[in-house]
């Protein structure tokens, strides 16, 4: 039985989802109800990960050992197509959600002497270009990781809903929303948005 410390909407979500994914059992908990958690995690981020009297933390690593714990077709079986899950799973944690976590830094720290709008706008325009790379991937797969769905899809469907917090404009190319929906539509997807809500 897992713990996974959550925030709503935040990147714990996806470590949520492919929990679900794998069949795990896990309870949440809302970091947002017990405030800090940097006695079990000094970075005090989500995801946070409890496991008998493992601490797992960094939402990359954590994907990375569920894949590898529990065998599924999120997991490539030979090395190459390891590598590329791995590559895609950092670009999305390493990359992309840095990349919006400048809205986030913006947005905290904002005053009111400093214009946002400029800054907001080249943080935005870092997003598209990194989907746009995405887009370009999608031309000829549904998926980053071919034909079926990858842990790199699921945390990107995650983080493009941060762009709806900020008054930015992002581009999503036509592959890459037909991606969004059908990673939105999948079951463990839904249950883990509702056990959010129900949870709080
Ligand atoms: N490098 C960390 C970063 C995680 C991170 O930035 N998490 C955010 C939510 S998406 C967080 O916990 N922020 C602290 C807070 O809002 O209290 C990881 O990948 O797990």
Not at 98 to 118: D, I, K, M, W
Request: net charge negative; hydrophobic share 45%; glycine share 4%.
């Amino acid at each position: 039985m897992y713990t996974l410390y959550y925030l709503p909407g935040a990147c714990s979500l996806a470590t949520q989802i492919i929990l679900r994914e794998l069949d795990q059992p896990f309870e949440l908990i809302n970091k947002m109800t017990v405030g800090s958690i940097s006695e079990v995690n000094p970075v005090n981020s989500v995801p946070t990960l409890l496991h008998n009297e493992s601490v797992l933390t960094e939402g990359a690593a954590i994907m990375w050992h569920l894949l590898n714990t529990y065998p599924s077709p999120f997991m490539p079986t030979d090395t190459d197509n390891q590598q590329k899950a791995l590559t895609d799973i950092m670009f999305a944690n390493a990359t992309m959600h840095p990349a919006y976590g400048r809205l986030f830094f913006l947005n905290q720290h904002a005053t009111e002497s400093e214009p946002l709008f400029p800054l907001f706008s080249a943080a935005a325009q870092e997003i598209s270009r990194l989907w746009h790379i995405v887009e370009l991937r999608l031309q000829s797969q549904p998926y980053l990781g071919g034909d079926e769905v990858s842990a790199a899809d699921i945390m990107l469907t995650v983080y493009a809903q941060w762009g709806a917090l900020f008054p930015v404009d992002i581009q999503l190319g036509p592959n890459t929303q037909a991606m969004l929906a059908r990673v939105q539509s999948r079951p463990s997807f839904i249950a883990s948005v509702n056990a959010e809500q129900q949870n709080n």
